[in-house]
Nanobody
Framework: VQLQASGGGLAEPGGSLRLSCAAS????????MGWYRQAPGKQRELVAS???????NYADSVKDRFIISRDNAKNTVYLQMNSLKPEDTAVYYC??????????WGKGTQVTVSS
């Protein structure tokens, strides 16, 4: 199983970034895909997740700013991040949980929000 994340980088406050995570070695159309993040000195936290049926779940801190989506044909999950804030600065990790409850993680991608 490989989860390859991309799209991180530097953005100004109020700006936008889009993260992508391409999955291989899994039956992408099943399971739950998500994004977690970890800021320095803090625990890793869930940012957003999406089920195979398209049901989504967001952390309160990103509701109405971030949008998670998945393209089952491309085996890819996206995180559109709008109205970015400095507190969104973190390493973002792509996550997949299969129907047996087994978790897989991608390598993180750095997101920095700063003027």
């Amino acid at each position: 199983v490989q989860l390859q994340a991309s799209g991180g980088g530097l953005a100004e406050p109020g700006g936008s970034l889009r993260l992508s995570c391409a999955a291989s070695g899994i039956i992408f159309s099943i399971g739950i895909m998500g994004w977690y993040r970890q800021a320095p000195g803090k625990q890793r936290e869930l940012v957003a997740s999406i089920t195979r049926g398209g049901s989504t779940n967001y952390a309160d801190s990103v509701k109405d700013r971030f949008i998670i989506s998945r393209d089952n044909a491309k085996n890819t999950v996206y995180l559109q991040m709008n109205s970015l804030k400095p507190e969104d600065t973190a390493v973002y990790y792509c996550h997949y949980r299969n129907d047996y409850g087994v978790d897989y993680w991608g390598k993180g991608t750095q997101v920095t929000v700063s003027s």
